[in-house]
């Protein structure tokens, strides 16, 4: 589960958030201004502070927001100059936008705002098109506007180049305010939602803002997105009444309240509109009492009536948005918030707690019960605030480049202030640096704020933070800070019970009420203040000097031991029913605070790396070497009896007509000549009313496979010889228990025989099936031998509990998985999870793991000339709903989840990401099925088809744990000899957005690393592979490959991207570089090895085609290299996704000879890259064989291309 | 990274390798041969050696033949102490194989008890199980029991499955996380120069004030000669299943970990070999 935030604002106007795997409130520290609403998505949190102002948080990430600002330079040639910026009057300008059309000098380029930093100077883009240019970037035309070359011709009159510089947002982790540009906009805000995201992915990181002003007009921010989280203008939008509140749900609700008391909900809002279009009324819950709030989640509709009743709205959809009917519900809240996956918080009226409710699912939208939230807040438990800030990097996972600053570095920078300017260090407190735009506008509007107490106030709460951060003899250090400072501290160090500074500070006016009604700066900052100090000393004895004032008035605040709330938002919260949230029941302990971080951290637990544990370890083997090796040929004193379990399956036969038939099923277990353990499976069948068995040896059965079925559980045996057939034993048990029974039992038994227990071993391959399933195999020495290899058939795979997409390892046990949801995993040393229970899986390092994919189908439909398009086909048509193949039936209805263990998560909803595009309505157009498909129409277009998708969800357990928040493309991680110790390994790795990404800190011992540097590109990246010697390849989105250069130890991150271009009208996929070998993978299928890499060369100079029909490639530490290939014949069958392994491959012959085929179909990627075992040195002469050919498949499946069997 | 469960396999495939000759004062038609074998650890003596005795049968008159016993070095062997304990207890830093002289006669019945079937190894072995879990769980896990499944973990010990064993001996191991560990560790502490058998007391694997307890905390308080002074050479080893575990090892792991199947965690405290 990933870590998320729920924000809350208290009665004081102080911001919090609660991390899901936290257990307290965390002040947001960097703020020294009130807020009144706060309202989160996962990446940012909006606000309104007490100066009505909009405020915005983007929580920091490894990944920087950056925006490539780009302008074209244009020159025409003349015979005089050559080229120069002398233009035709009727040329564009000499700067522009790319069409021309647009006037764009350098100097026009502005900072949309104060949190915008320039990252360079601009620079000229040298490469047009993929491929790198002359000198200078130019291209070249005839005339403008007109296709532009590369070349110069003797017929170009003018050429461009292109001019690049990235701006990044660097106001991150701190509040920053929205500039209003608009002298238009209004009177202040009074309330915002955020929302809208999943109505959109384009352009990424959309979001819709709403916010309602005093006087109860409704405005809508434009162009939020990722790359501009501020947005660019407010909008207003016309209303039937008086807003007083409104809430925006993750999707296409919009509901707000007016002053009257009627509820108005949002028509026509949807992709292309995300404002909408209307408003319809909606009567108030109850006839006689208004409405006063309203909460809108995905599919529900949450409302408070002035009485403080809780409503919620039946029947809301995306079709109805307006719903049916309201229901009552217990409690009195005083506000209530939706968050995600339509989870409710709710501010009780009674106690002004927040309260989560329980239960809700989405067949029970309304859930069952209230439940409080009884955390504490960080000031209640802990007193230096150092310690939560580290808390709450640790707990929001910003790790590194965590950029809150630190209060205790304010403090510094605010002491030598005060020591220089006396009084006026009110100001320099109140606006420490991290809040961007305080500063400038605390002295714009003086008017706002009324500061005529400030003195005291702020000497007061500057007091209680630094005593409480640094202890009095820090602050005694400012040798030179003004009388007040100086007074306090040394009665701090005497602890003196009578302190007179700090009597005026507390005037029985300033404590009397911290309820003021009025939102004031100065009055809340007081409160603040106070209350902060008196929590700090209820509760600790060493810091007695500010118990000493604070004393006389411990009473009053008696009230504040639980916090009253008044705002919360739980539009970042990623939370549902199942979620394991410790927010309940938590008591002021710091023991589960600990507990609480320790969880957090990935690294190995204290117990595992005891010495005791070593020791028992250490000595239990030595005990074995002792008592037991020397004397393996005395007899057992116990015999081992055979052992059967039975049971009754389905099994595939092998004769046609292939069917299902039923057999009995039997595995006879006993002991083996050298006391390990053995097997033989039995399959029991009638055949012509005559019983017969089939047999395998369990010491021969190579790997037992999970078959995706929707409608059986099915499994697959294979030995060596099912392998060549491509023909498994394929057998379905009665229920999905009782299939995981048997592979729990066949596995172990099938392990016992080989004598392998535990976690795979450093050196393991490690490979994954189309269905996301993980397999291990443990290599033998010989697997890379000369020249008689281990056949890759024999190689013995187990199964490890989990579900990926893609997994990367090497030598010394850093293993890394990224799921189909792009969700980063790191191994953790375990084994078993999933479907191993008991000993086939370990007690530690086993975790739940989920997943998320998306099931495709489409619908098609037909043109005629009376009715036009219509869901009403020919006869020889493919069926209207159907798979991508058009072959099966696929309706809304009657499509299920891959398999059962997977679950719905999400409705059909039209999917627009389809290659060739779409229409606005998700349309792809052809002349005929099947075709290719654009996505718009044209007259000789006579059917269309649009893919819809639905999310489905897997939840199993496995040895991995989750390395958030970045989600990953692809990952590789430095292929290094067994034996070397390597400090901090090196490990790259692709966003799912394309952004080249280095982790820090990754070693044995953290494997998970610390954090993330972004390494600037000015493409998408798609695939990335780093070399034992450091060399980093990578694969950007437009099918070539770069080069980095100066990566070391030193330099991590390298310092340039040398442009590769691909192999000719190819575009590449994929990379994977060995020792000094680098192969990759293109669209088409084929593999290409890099010639000419020499050290002093790296780059190589061509590539060279090895094989087509390649699917991935994994090249390891050895140079060894293997593929999943496309297509494999075996005597039996076919086989789509079978790994293979590059036969002859020498240090003087990297390209190798021939294929050698192993396990599959159906699988999907392999990593060979923790095997550096070298194997045993014997010297032949090369074998060569003619016969054996270069390609995965031979010559003769041709027959097989045109229809490619989807594995 | 090896795994807690590697420890259970291990404490489980513990083996002593074992040469049995027969006693000379037996009465033997011809010379008896030795007879080598691996015996479990974890196991009782006359749990398995069935074979050692249908091997000096063959030598033997019937009428020369009673009760067979086991003797080292003069020390009759208590077939209803684990197999590990006697050996680590009288012969562990020895040269291997351990060599059991096996009579037939003279069966000592003032140091050991007799034993006609493997019934009675059954029997003794359950109330082992049951006095454990009365300490761990106030009874509560072994009562919860099926007959059947007493049966599992005696067939377990009887056949050497440890699969099968330890199948349900998982739940004889459970413990909620609130309460830290068992109620009591079951126990028992063998000292070779001490008259008593062994030591056996109520202690529990966490103090009161929330500290866990380790292996040093139980004997400081079991047997506080067995402790190293500071300065002195060691005089005792503190011994479980042949290795020497720290003594700030948490007691409450041992107790999981390295107990035997009869769910007791057997402490051998032998002087420090001299040499």
């Known amino acids: 589960m990933p870590v998320s935030l729920l924000w809350a604002v208290d ?57 490539q600002e780009e302008t074209y330079e244009n020159q025409r040639w003349n015979p005089v100059d050559g080229f120069s910026e002398r233009l035709l009057p009727s040329d564009r300008w000499q700067w522009s936008d790319v069409t021309g059309l647009q006037h764009q000098p350098m100097d026009s380029f502005q900072l949309p705002s104060h949190s915008w ?93 709403w916010a309602v002003s005093l006087q109860g007009k409704v405005w809508f921010r434009e162009g939020i997105y990722h790359h501009n989280p501020e947005g660019c203008l407010w909008e207003e939008v016309p209303l039937p009444g008086e807003v007083v509140q409104i809430s925006c749900g993750p999707g296409d609700l919009v509901w707000a309240v007016l002053w009257e008391g009627q509820l108005i909900v949002r028509e026509g809002v949807g992709r292309d509109c995300p404002k909408g279009t209307s408003w319809t009324v909606v009567d108030s ?58 989870q409710v918080f709710a501010i009780s009226c009674e106690d002004r707690a927040v309260y989560f409710r329980q239960g809700v699912t989405s067949s029970e939208l309304s859930g069952k ?40 570095s304010d403090v510094e920078s605010d002491t030598d202030k005060v020591s220089t300017d006396g009084a006026s260090c009110l100001v320099t407190f109140t606006s420490p640096e991290s809040f961007a735009d305080a500063p400038a506008d605390l002295s714009d509007q003086p008017d706002e704020t009324p500061k005529p107490r400030i003195p005291k106030v702020t000497s007061d709460s500057f007091i209680s933070e630094l005593v409480s951060d640094r202890g009095p003899g820090r602050a005694a250090a400012g040798s030179a800070a003004p009388a007040v400072l100086e007074e306090e501290t040394c009665i701090s160090a005497e602890g003196e019970v009578k302190d007179p500074c700090a009597g005026v500070a507390l005037s029985p006016s300033q404590s009397g009420g911290p309820l003021d009604p009025q939102w004031s700066n100065v009055d809340l900052e007081e409160a603040q203040a106070q209350t902060g100090a008196v929590l700090d000393t209820a509760e600790t004895s060493s810091l007695s000097s500010v118990a000493t004032y604070t004393l006389a008035i411990e009473d009053q605040y008696v009230v504040d031991e639980h916090p009253l709330w008044a705002w919360v938002s739980g539009g970042g919260c990623s939370v549902d029913s199942h979620s394991q949230l410790s927010w309940f029941n938590c008591s002021l302990n710091t023991s589960s605070l600990i507990q609480s971080v320790q969880s957090m951290s990935l690294s190995v637990t204290p117990a595992q790396t005891a010495a005791w544990r070593k ?167 010989s697997l890379e031998a000369m020249p008689y290899p281990t056949p890759c058939d024999q190689m013995f795979w187990r199964q490890v509990g989990g579900h990926l997409r893609m997994v990367e390892c090497n030598s010394v046990g850093i293993v890394w998985g990224i799921g189909y949801d792009h969700t980063a995993w790191v191994y953790t040393g375990g084994y078993g999870g999933g479907f191993f229970q008991g000993l086939a899986s370990s007690t530690d390092n086993i975790y739940t793991q ?219 996929k994929q990379v994977s570089v060995g020792r000094t070998s680098l192969y990759a993978v293109d669209e088409n299928g084929n593999l290409w090895y890099r010639q000419g890499q020499t050290p002093r060369y790296p780059q190589g100079s061509s590539w060279e085609h090895i094989s087509n029909n390649v699917r991935k490639v994994s090249v390891g530490p050895l140079d060894q290299v293997w593929i999943i290939a496309d297509k494999v014949q075996g005597s039996h069958s076919l086989s789509c996704g079978t790994v293979c392994h590059r036969l002859g491959v020498q240090p003087m012959e990297p390209k190798g000879q021939s294929w050698d085929y192993g396990i599959g179909g159906g699988w999907d990627h392999i990593t060979v890259r923790g095997n550096s075992i070298e194997p045993p040195r014997v010297h032949l002469c090369p074998q060569t064989d003619p016969s054996v050919s270069r390609s995965p498949l031979p010559v003769r499946n041709t027959e097989f291309d045109s229809n490619a069997v989807e594995s | ?166 199948a349900m001996n998982r739940k004889l191991m459970e413990y909620s996380t609130e309460d830290g560990g068992f109620r009591y560790i079951p126990f028992r502490i063998y000292q070779t120069m001490s008259d008593r058998p062994f030591i056996q007391k109520l202690f529990r694997p966490v103090s009161p004030d929330g500290n866990v307890h380790t292996l040093g905390d139980l004997l400081k308080e079991m047997d506080p000669t067995a402790l190293p002074n500071d300065g002195e050479p060691k005089r005792y080893q503190v011994v479980i299943h042949g290795i020497e575990p720290l003594l700030e090892t948490p007691l409450q792991w041992l107790s999981e970990h390295l107990s035997h199947p009869d769910n007791f965690l057997h402490i051998c405290i032998i002087p420090t070999p001299t040499d």
């Open chain 1, 369 to 408: 019960t209230w439940k409080a939230i009884t955390v504490p807040r960080d000031r209640d438990r802990s007193h230096s605030s150092a310690s939560t800030n580290s808390l709450q990097s640790a707990g929001c996972y910003f790790c590194g480049e965590v950029r809150t600053q630190s209060v205790v």
């Open chain 1, 11 to 67: 009665v004081y106007g102080r911001v919090y958030s609660l991390s899901t795997a936290g257990q307290q409130w965390e002040q947001c520290h960097d703020t020294q201004m009130e807020f009144k609403r706060v309202t989160a998505a996962q990446q940012c949190c909006w606000g309104i502070a007490c100066d009505n102002n909009i405020y915005l948080n983007v929580h920091a990430s490894d990944l920087p927001i950056r925006y």
């Open chain 1, 615 to 781: 020791q028992i370890f250490e000595q239990l083997s030595e005990r074995t070497k002792r008592e037991i090796d020397n004397f393996r040929h005395f007899e057992q004193a116990i015999e081992q009896s055979v052992w059967v379990k039975k049971g009754t399956m389905q099994w595939w036969r092998d004769w046609k007509p292939h069917k299902w038939i039923d057999v009995h099923f039997a595995l006879e277990q006993f002991s083996g000549p050298e006391g390990n353990k053995d097997g033989i499976l039995f399959i029991y069948y009638n055949f012509c009313e005559e019983k017969k068995y089939l047999h395998a040896f369990v010491n021969e059965v190579t790997i037992l496979v999970p078959v995706l079925s929707d409608s059986k559980h099915t499994f697959a045996i294979y030995t060596p010889e099912r392998t060549k057939q491509r023909w498994p034993i394929r057998l379905a048990a009665a229920t999905e228990l009782e299939m995981h029974d048997w592979l729990a039992l066949l596995s172990m038994s099938c392990c016992d025989s080989r004598g392998i227990h535990g976690p795979p071993s450093k050196q393991a391959i490690w490979s994954i099936t189309c269905k996301g399933d993980i397999f291990v195999s443990e290599p033998s020495p």
């Open chain 1, 850 to 1068: 989920s997943d998320v994919k998306s099931v495709y189908i489409y619908e098609n439909q037909r043109w005629n000339p009376v009715t036009g398009y219509t869901n009403r086909g020919l006869p020889t048509d493919r069926y209207m709903w159907s798979d991508a193949s058009g072959l099966q039936e696929c309706s809304k209805t009657n499509t299920k989840p891959p398999s059962p263990q997977w679950t719905w998560v999400s409705d059909w909803a039209i999917d627009y990401s389809v290659s060739g595009g779409t229409d606005r309505e998700g349309w792809q157009y052809a002349a005929d099925f099947p075709a290719s498909y654009h996505g718009y129409k044209t007259m000789k277009d006579f059917v269309r088809r649009r893919r819809w998708a639905r999310k489905c969800k897997l939840t199993t357990t496995g040895p991995w744990q989750e390395i958030p928040p970045i989600p990953l493309s692809d990952v590789t991680i430095l292929p290094c000899g067994a034996q070397s110790n390597v400090d901090a390994v090196p490990l790259w790795a692709i966003s799912n957005k394309g952004d080249v990404l280095c982790r820090l800190g990754v070693t044995t011992l953290t494997p998970a690393g610390s954090s993330w540097l972004h390494v600037g590109t000015d493409q998408p990246f798609k695939s990335i592979s780093i070399g034992a010697a450091s060399q980093v390849w990578a694969i950007a989105k437009d099918g070539s490959a770069f080069y980095r250069g100066s990566v070391s130890s030193q330099s991590p991150a390298g310092d340039s991207w040398y442009h590769i271009p691909s192999p000719s009208k190819q575009k590449l």
């Open chain 1, 285 to 342: 819950p109850s006839p006689g009492v208004g409405a006063i709030h309203v909460a809108v989640g995905n599919n529900v509709v949450w409302a408070l009536t002035k009485d403080n009743k809780v409503w919620f709205r039946r029947g809301v959809n995306s079709h109805n948005p307006c719903g049916s009917g309201w229901l009552n519900m217990v409690g009195q809240m005083i506000m209530v918030n939706v968050g995600l996956n339509d």
């Open chain 2, 1 to 166: 990274m090896a795994d807690d469960k590697d420890v259970l396999r291990d404490v489980w495939f513990g083996r002593i390798p074992t040469c049995f000759t027969l006693n000379q004062d037996e009465v033997t038609e011809r010379e008896a041969e030795p007879y080598y074998l691996l015996l479990p650890r974890v196991s009782y003596l006359t749990l398995v050696t069935d074979k050692v005795k249908k091997h000096f049968l063959k030598v033997m008159k019937a009428e020369d033949v009673e009760e067979m016993w086991f003797e080292y070095e003069g020390t009759p062997l208590k077939w209803h102490y684990p197999i590990g304990v006697l050996f680590d207890l009288h012969a562990s830093n020895t040269v291997l194989p351990w060599s059991i002289t096996v009579h037939f006669k003279n069966f000592p019945d003032r140091d050991l008890l007799h034993c006609p079937s493997s019934s009675i190894v059954e029997a003794h072995f359950m109330s082992s199980i049951k006095e454990a879990d009365a300490l761990k769980h106030k009874s509560q896990v072994v009562n919860d029991m099926q007959k059947k499944d007493h049966k599992q973990l005696w067939m377990g010990l009887q056949n050497d499955k440890f699969d099968q064993f330890w």
């Open chain 1, 117 to 209: 930093e320039w990252e360079g100077d601009w620079y000229a883009d040298e490469n047009f098109e993929g491929e790198p240019t002359e000198k200078g970037g130019w291209s070249y035309a005839i005339d403008f506007p007109a296709t532009y070359t590369k070349d110069k011709k003797w017929n170009s009159c003018v050429r461009r180049r292109r001019w690049l510089r990235y701006r990044r947002y660097k106001a991150m982790d701190t509040w920053a305010k929205i500039p209003s540009q608009q002298s238009s906009l209004p009177d202040p805000f009074s309330d915002i939602s955020c929302g809208g995201w999943e109505i959109n992915e384009e352009p990424r990181g959309r979001l819709s803002l």
